[in-house]
Structures are given as C-alpha cells and as structure tokens.
C-alpha cells in the first residue's frame, strides 16, 4: 500500500460530525410514537425517508443510522478517494473504522481458507458513501426474471423498473473532454439519455479528467473481447463492451454524491414530521401477536451505551442492506427456527430463508507497471508538484485528477474468453452438477436456468472488465513509478453463500459465509478472466505503455499457474444481495411482491436484500430504483399523494 497520504494535508480536513441544529437526541428520538421507523439510513433508506414524509399532513417518519452523519467530509466528499479498490495515496474510505464496519467473511475454502474483508458503510449514506460510484443499468433479461421466472408480476420488470430507475437520477451527458472515451461510432449519447432521469435527486456524471491510461485501455478491451460495442449500455441491452467511460455519482462540481447528500438535504431534514438519528444501532424489532397475527409495535436501538425503544403505529421498513437486515430479524425471532433456539432466541416466526442465497461478485485482479511519465493517479504520490497543483485546482474550480473515479470498460460475454470447446466442457460439467447436486434447491433450479440462458445467448456479459489506473494494491510500487491494476469482475456467479448470525448480541458481526469459487464452473470463469486481462492489457494501444507484468509475474503461464493464483487473490466486488430474497414462499422467498415479509403484518425489506438473483453490473443504482419503486407501492397503498415525493432533495453537499 502506499504511504504517502496527500489529501488530509492539502485539502482542510473538516471531518468532526456535524450536528444538525434540529436533531433529537437518542432519548428525545425515543419520546414519541412513529407511524414509520426505516432502519438504516444507507443507501435506500433515505430514499424512503425522503420519499414518505414528502406529504406533510400524513406521516411522523424516523431514520436511524448506525454510523455518524458526516455532510461535510473531504475522504467522501472526495472522488478520488472512493476509486475501485481504494486509493491509498489520498487516504482510505475502506477498513477505516469511521466509515467502515470492518467485517470479514468466514474463511472461503476455495481460497486457501482466506477470510476476505468485507466493507460495508457505516455512516449516513451508507456503502453510497465509501464506493466507487459506478452507475450502471443491468439488462433487461436481469429484471425481467423478477416479474416472470421468480413470479412477483409484471410490476417487477425492465419496463415497470425503468421509470423508478429514472426518477432517483439526474443524468449529465458526457463533456466534451471526454470524448475519447464515448466515439459516436460506438455510443449513441441521444439513445442513452433517452433512458435517463434529469430531475431526480442523484447527480449522474462522466468522469472529465481522464489519465493517460484511459483511452488506450478501452480501445484495447474493445478489440481483445472482439465484439460489436454497445450504443446504448443503459437501454436494457447490456450486450456487448460498450468501451466507454461508465457514470458515476459525481456532482457536476466534483463531489461524491451519496444517497444522504441526495436525498436528505437540510430542506429535507427540516420537515416537521421528518426525524433523523445518527449513531443509534437497531437491535431489534419488537413484535405482538395477537389472533395469530404478529405485527411490529416497537423498535429497540442502542446509542451511548444505553438501549432505548420506540413505538411504530404502522410499519418498519429494514434498509440495513444484505448484511445487517437478516442478522436484525434473526435477532428479532425471525428466520431459522433451530438456530434462534440455539442462541436461546424466542422465536416470533419460523422464516428459515432468511439470511440464505447470499450472492456477491467475486473478482480478481492483476498490477502492471508502466512507461516512465505516464499520469495515473499514482503521480499524486511521487510528483508533489503535479499533486499540489491538482489540489489548487480542484480547490478552486473542482476539477482535475482528484473527480476521477476509475469507470468499469463494459460486460464481455464469456464466448469472447473461451475457446467454444473450453465453454462446451465448463457448461457440461455445470449440467452435471446442477442435475445431480443436492444443494440446487427448486428455487435455485429456476436462477440457474435464467442465468444459463444468459450464458448460452451470449449477448449480456459475463465478466466485466475495469481499469483502476494505479498501482499498490496487489505489490509495493517502486518509488516514483506508475501502475496500473486490471479487474475482471464474474457478474452471474453460481455459488450461492449465507449470512446468518453466531449470538444473540448485536454487537457481535454475523457470519458472512459468500462460498467463493465452491463451485468448479464459477472457479473457471474467473480462470479464464485472469488470463483475459494478460490478453487484454497486451492489446495495443495499452500494450506500449507497459514496461513490466507485476502480478502475478510474467513466469505465471500454466493452467496450473492460474488456478493458483486465483485462489490467492480473489476478493469481493462489494455487491452482496439476496438474503431477503423476492420470490413466493414455497419458492424460498422471505419478501412479496409489496416487499413485505411473509408471516409478519407490517415489517418490509427495501434494500439490496431483496434482489433474487444478481444482475449483471454493480447494483447501487438498481437499489435506489428498489426503493424509489418501494415509496410509491407505500404511498398508493396507504392513499397518500406520491407525485409530492418527486424533485425534493436536489442537496449538492459539500467538501
Ligand atoms: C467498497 C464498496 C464499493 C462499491 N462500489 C460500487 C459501485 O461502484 N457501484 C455500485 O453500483 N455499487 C457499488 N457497491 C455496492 C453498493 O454500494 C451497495 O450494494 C448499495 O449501496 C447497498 O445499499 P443498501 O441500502 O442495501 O445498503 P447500505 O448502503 O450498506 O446501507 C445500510 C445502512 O444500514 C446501516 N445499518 C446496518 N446495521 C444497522 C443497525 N443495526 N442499526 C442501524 N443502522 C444499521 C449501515 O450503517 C448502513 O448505513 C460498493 C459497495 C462497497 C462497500
Ligand atoms: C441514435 O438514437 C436516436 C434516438 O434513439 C435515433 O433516432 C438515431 O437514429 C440514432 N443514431 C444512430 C446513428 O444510430
Ligand atoms: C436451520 O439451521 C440449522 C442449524 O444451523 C441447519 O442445520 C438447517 O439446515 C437450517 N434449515 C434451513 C431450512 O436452512
Ligand atoms: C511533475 O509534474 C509536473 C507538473 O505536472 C511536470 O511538469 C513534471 O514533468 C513532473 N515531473 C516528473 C518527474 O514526472
């Protein structure tokens, strides 16, 4: 990892928490009954915060977060910050206890018995707030398997989605400066924005600084997976390498925009039924159950110490995300009757789904070094004049390198990785074992049957391709030299994981097991994937700016080579989902098509928990569309006016 921290000394590190002038203390929170408590105020949960106290007659609505809320803040605010994988040399978001959980898988058998750090945000926004912004769109074939091949009707797929999709977005072309990365022969920007929402909450950029490393690199992927690019990535055609920048959630002056900054502005948090707390962890529901029916009456929190409870008259909604949401209703006496009873847990309801068919994007990666004066974000580290110039810049205009957000080059179908007879002994041992396997449940049956139509069609990618234009993440860089690190994502993993909890304590973590590479065909793709990037990055334009193969070393050349190497080196792309999954009852479901839990009468799941099956880009943008599509299933149910939840909350946020 590098050493050299500029940012903190550059830019005035404001970093002690802000405490909004009207916020109630943990007691005070406690004082007053809500008709709404959202538990999380991540990613989704203020979307629906925001959303469901836009009517002002109607709901008393509160929020509570774990983690601190902290506006104004240079290692969020700060795009560069946030690049995929961290970038060491302006200080780290991930595994930094301010903003991180800190938690770590259960040891992954397929990879030599590692326990991989699992980064999930704690603080106000979420993992919004300590990502890498990509803002991508899955295909149609992803959503569409919601509505038809998991039952919960047409309102669940590409079409009904779109709209929601486009509601939680404000969408900016891409600047002229960018224009190496967007050739008109391969991207139609009219066809694109056609698909995108102008007047939502999250601002939606494309980078305008690029490195040098960029352009060469997207050419190069383009012709090493040798497929047609695709004109419009965001119109439900995930298709082929569209070899462009990707979006991300960049303001147009250069800040992270995260869902709190977005969605719950001081106008936002200063509605009288609108109440926000930070630094208070949810330990449980309380339920009553009365002539068989047990609803939630109360949620208890633990802020300073001291544990407190709240009185809910209508509905909790979970927004912990696809960790914290089943470990809060295993707590709560709901989920997998023998386990709660072991950890001497009353058991409200016997849900055994819950916290099962956890599903995530493992990744591997490779670091190369390249040609002497080269611009990545690793000359921040080694050229102090270039850094402070970069820092004077994006202090006074906010631009330059430090609103660069490394942007993933496209999805490319497995068929351009393989050899068709490699891909025909890979698909007739995934048959094998999908026919004979115990483990593939009916549910399970019906995902694998979606995902090898994707495969076999080819025209949705498999693997994604990214470039992080630096180095120190997989070896020490040499003083004063450039890297660059290549990632090949697996988007449609077979293995399916668990996250269940180990005591009936709170401030224990659960145990997140994803299974990582179990299973011998997800074990391949990302064989295959590590040896596509050696192919990748030897394609020119990219191959002339590389003077040395890193890791693995040049001598990495047999199959044995890379099987090995993969097992050192994957990790997790931080999408983890599922674990409340969307689907009928009998089928292994936990929530309904009206996200709420079966077996409970006011209890719903809006966040990434409740996607049945993972899609095939990361998945930030498809849980604000959740929880936008969330707010208006809440808002007509309950007669409310839903057309007030639009345009509110436009905050930019600061440094
Ligand atoms: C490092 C990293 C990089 C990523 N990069 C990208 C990317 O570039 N693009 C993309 O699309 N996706 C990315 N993702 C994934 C994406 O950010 C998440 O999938 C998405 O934000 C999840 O939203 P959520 O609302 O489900 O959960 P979260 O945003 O994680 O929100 C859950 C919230 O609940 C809070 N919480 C948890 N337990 C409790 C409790 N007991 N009491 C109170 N509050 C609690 C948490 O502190 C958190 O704020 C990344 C994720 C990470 C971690
Ligand atoms: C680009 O998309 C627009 C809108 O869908 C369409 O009218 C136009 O013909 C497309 N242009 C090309 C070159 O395909
Ligand atoms: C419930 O948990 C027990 C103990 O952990 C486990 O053996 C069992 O398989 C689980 N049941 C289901 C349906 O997942
Ligand atoms: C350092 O950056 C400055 C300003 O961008 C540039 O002029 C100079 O050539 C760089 N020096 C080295 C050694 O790369």
């Known amino acids: 990892m590098g050493s050299s921290r500029i940012l903190p000394s550059l830019v005035a590190l404001v970093v002690s928490a802000i405490s909004l002038a009207d916020a109630l203390s943990p007691a005070a929170f406690a004082q007053e009954p809500f008709d709404v408590i959202v538990v999380g105020g991540g990613t989704a949960g203020p979307v629906l915060a925001n959303r469901l106290s836009a009517s002002p007659s109607s709901l008393r609505v509160g929020l509570i977060e774990a983690g601190a809320d902290r506006p104004v803040d240079p290692l969020i605010n700060t795009p560069t910050a946030g690049n995929l994988l961290g970038n060491a ?49 899955g295909s149609r074939a992803d959503y569409d398997a919601w509505g038809t091949t998991f039952e919960n009707g047409e309102e669940w797929n590409f079409d009904a989605l779109l709209p929601f999709f486009m509601r939680s977005e404000s969408w900016h072309p891409p600047e002229e400066n960018a224009a190496p990365l967007f050739p008109s022969e391969h991207l139609n920007i009219s066809a ?59 303001t147009p002056n250069g800040l992270r925009h995260h869902a709190a900054a977005a969605y719950l502005s001081t106008e936002v948090r200063t509605r009288p039924n609108l109440e ?29 110490g001291k544990t407190y409870t709240v009185e809910v008259r209508k509905e909790v909604i979970m927004a912990a995300g696809a960790i914290h949401t089943p470990q809060i209703l295993e707590l709560s006496g709901v989920g997998n009757k023998t ?133 120190g993440v997989l070896s ?64 020119e334009p990219l191959a002339s700016y590389v003077d040395k193969i890193v890791t693995p070393p040049e001598s990495t050349s047999t199959r044995e080579d890379w099987e090995k190497y993969v097992r050192s080196v994957v990790r997790t792309t931080n999408h983890p989902l599922g674990t409340t999954a969307m689907a009928p009852r009998e089928l292994g479901g936990v929530v309904d098509p009206a996200l709420k839990v079966y077996g409970l009468e006011n209890v719903r799941v809006v966040d990434a928990s409740i996607i049945p099956l993972t899609i095939g880009v990361a998945i930030m943008p ?34």
């Open 89 to 137: 040399h302006v200080g780290t978001l991930l595994g930094n206890p301010t903003y991180d959980w800190e938690l770590k898988s259960a040891p992954q058998p397929a990879l030599n018995g590692q326990e991989l750090q699992y980064p999930r945000g704690k603080v106000m926004g979420g993992s919004s707030a300590i990502n890498s912004m990509v803002w991508q769109r």
């Open 339 to 471: 386990l709660l009873e072991s950890l001497g847990i009353p058991v409200v309801l016997d849900l055994p789904e819950v916290g099962e068919n956890l599903q995530d994007h493992p990744v591997t990666l490779s670091d190369f070094r390249v040609v002497p004066n080269v611009v990545t974000l690793d000359t921040l580290g080694y050229n102090s004049t270039f850094a402070s110039e970069q820092a004077e810049l994006y202090k006074s205009s906010r631009s330059g390198i430090l609103t660069y957000t490394s942007a993933p080059l496209g999805p490319v179908p497995l068929q351009s990785m393989t050899t068709p007879e490699e891909l025909a002994a890979m698909r007739k041992q995934l048959d094998e074992y999908i026919e004979t396997s115990p483990e593939v449940t009916p549910f399970l049956k019906k995902q694998y049957d979606v995902l090898r139509d994707i495969v076999d069609k080819g025209e949705d990618g498999w693997v994604e391709m990214v470039l992080v234009p630096a180095g």
């Open 476 to 539: 020490t860089p040499e003083a004063g030299k450039s890297y660059l690190t290549a990632v090949a994502i697996q988007l449609h993993p077979f293995g399916r994981g668990s996250v269940h909890i180990k005591s009936a304590d709170i401030a224990e973590a659960p145990v997140i097991d994803p299974r990582f590479l179990e299973l011998p065909w997800d074990f391949n793709v990302l064989v295959q994937g590590a040896q596509f990037i050696r192919k990748w990055v030897a394609t």
């Open 192 to 250: 694109v924005a056609a698909f995108h929402g102008t007047e939502g909450p999250v601002s939606v950029t494309y980078n305008t600084y690029l490195t040098d490393l960029d352009a060469p690199a997207a050419q190069a992927a383009v012709k090493a997976a040798q497929v047609p690019p695709n004109s419009n990535p965001d119109g439900g055609a995930d298709a082929s390498m569209p070899a462009t920048g990707t979006a991300r959630t960049v």
């Open 276 to 304: 926000v707390l930070a630094e208070a962890t949810v330990s449980r529901i309380i339920f009553e159950t009365k002539k068989g029916k047990t609803k939630a009456t109360a949620v208890e929190y633990v802020s300073g």
């Open 622 to 655: 498809t849980v604000y569309a959740v929880a936008e599509k969330a707010a208006d299933i809440l808002l007509k149910e309950w007669k409310l006016d839903a057309s007030t939840g639009t345009h509110t909350g436009k905050g930019l946020g600061e440094l």
